[in-house]
């Protein structure tokens, strides 16, 4: 058994590593494609790293939910797996909304200004 000193370390070791993942995943493909699919990529894998979750009932402690939900999904079946897949999906759909709200507004693609182009006709 963990004690708790060794209980928030593996806890912050686990989300230092997958907050690193995560500026490494950003920053990869940034260089590659619209910032609207980086965002949306790079806030789908921090919901599915970073969500925590019991492993089973009573438990005190936490654990990563898709660790959790694999486990329980493999060994025990869906419905041993819901309490954990419930929160999975739940952050899931708000980093989707939250990616489309960043997509519509900070990185919405802007339109070219159609005056240089008036301007460009009218001298040739």
């Known amino acids: 058994m963990l004690s708790e000193s060794s209980y928030l370390t593996a806890i912050y070791t686990y989300v230092g590593a997958a907050c690193a993942i995560l500026l490494i995943l950003g920053w990869w493909l940034a260089k590659h494609w ?25 438990v005190d402690t936490l654990a990563p ?7 329980q999904l493999f060994t025990d079946g869906y419905a041993a797996a819901e309490h954990a897949l419930r929160p999975l999906g739940f952050m899931s759909g708000l980093a989707v909304g939250a990616a489309l709200l960043l997509q519509l507004t900070i990185f919405r693609r802007r339109a070219a200004s159609k005056a240089p182009a008036a301007k460009a006709a009218e001298a040739g």
């Open 34 to 58: 619209h910032a609207g699919l980086v965002a949306l990529v790079v806030l789908l894998s921090a919901a599915l790293l970073l969500t925590p979750a019991y492993p089973r009932g009573g």
């Open 65 to 71: 939910a898709l660790i959790v939900a694999g486990f």
